[in-house]
């Protein structure tokens, strides 16, 4: 049996991609620690026979816990990623660990990879693009990010670990691929992550006022997570893809506000839209050219954004 190590795996997309390589027969590690990952999310996974869990900051010697030598594919998810400061899991509160996760912890799972010759996933992100110019971003565009605002720990954070993953396909041969994750929902993000998804869904169901930060005219495009965990899964065991790096995420593209107006309107919810202030450096506009991912690996999201959030708003009633 092939053995997966998923760094990041309690979190939101780390413990939707483990229950989907548990259920593909893969004996999966799970490494977390707790920073922004939830217990809760892999209760149901440690019911499973092949399922190990670690708590373990991957910027520590991984050889410390994992004693395998055989694992097969590494899966790097592991970082804080909600830039909201008001919410207590954003990366802004944890500056430090957003850079040392990207940059130590990457170094600590490539040179682990090195070891057992385990094929490797860098989830990378859109923020790479910063503040884009172009719409819609594709792979080739190399960003317009500030190197040292509130954001940058996360985005740069990315950046640098995206260079260290080339730099191990390129001295050592690493079969390594990079994948960039846009905005992302579904079951098992966390209520007070203070994502745009979470947050409006919530307070619509309470019924209260339901926050567009800035005018809403800023623009997303957001992927449900069962395509996004399947766009990991084909980039992981796709061969012949060693240094490729690819954009996943759904390209219907919505303002923030248009959001929040479906979002009320599914939920049939009273809460009035109000409007605070933007922060620092947020994006003005966010698409993803999926050209690359639906020719390399015959990937596309599947899933309405209509859909999505019915299933997501159901999961939100539901805990
Ligand atoms: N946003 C908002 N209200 C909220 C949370 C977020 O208007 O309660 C906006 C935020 O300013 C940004 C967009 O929604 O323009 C997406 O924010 P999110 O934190 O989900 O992800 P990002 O794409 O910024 O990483």
């Not at 996760?101 to 990879?113: I, K, P, R």
Request: aromatic share 10%; hydrophobic share 35%; with cysteine.
């Amino acid at each position: 049996m092939q053995i997966i190590l998923v760094a990041g795996g309690a979190g939101f997309i780390g413990s939707n991609l483990c229950r989907a390589l548990l259920d593909g027969g893969y004996k999966v590690i799970c490494i977390d620690n707790f920073i922004t990952g939830n217990r809760d999310n892999i209760k149901s996974l440690q019911e499973d026979a092949q399922f190990k869990f670690i708590e373990y900051d991957i910027v520590k010697d991984l050889s410390a816990i994992v004693s395998e030598t055989s694992i097969d594919y590494i899966f790097h998810l592991a970082s804080p990623a909600s830039p909201n400061k008001k919410s207590p899991r954003s990366y802004i509160n944890y500056p430090i660990e957003t850079l040392l996760a990207n940059s130590q912890g990457t170094y600590q799972l490539l040179e682990f990879a090195k070891r057992n010759r385990a094929k490797f996933l860098y989830a990378s992100s859109s923020e790479i693009y910063g503040d884009p110019n172009v719409s819609p971003q594709k792979e080739s565009y190399f960003g317009n990010v500030n190197p040292n605002g509130v954001r940058s720990v996360y985005d740069e954070g990315k950046r640098f670990g995206e260079a260290m993953v080339m730099a191990y396909v390129r001295k050592f041969d690493l079969d390594c691929r990079i994948v960039r994750i846009f905005n992302t929902y579904g079951p098992k993000m966390q209520a007070d992550d203070g994502r745009v998804v979470s947050n409006f869904i919530n307070q619509a169901i309470r019924g209260e006022p339901m926050t567009i930060y800035g005018t809403g005219k800023q623009t997303r495009s957001f992927c449900y997570v069962k395509d996004m965990v399947e766009g990991l899964k084909r980039a992981m065991f796709k061969d012949g893809i060693t240094g490729e790096v690819i954009n996943l995420g759904n390209p219907d593209e919505r303002t923030i506000e248009d959001l929040a107006k479906v979002i009320k309107k599914k939920i049939g919810s009273y809460s009035e839209i109000v409007f605070e202030e933007l922060s620092e450096d947020d994006p003005k506009t966010r698409k993803p050219d999926i050209a690359k991912a639906e020719k390399l690996l015959q990937w596309k999201p599947e899933v309405s954004l209509e859909e999505g959030l019915s299933k997501t708003i159901d999961y939100f009633k539901s805990i």
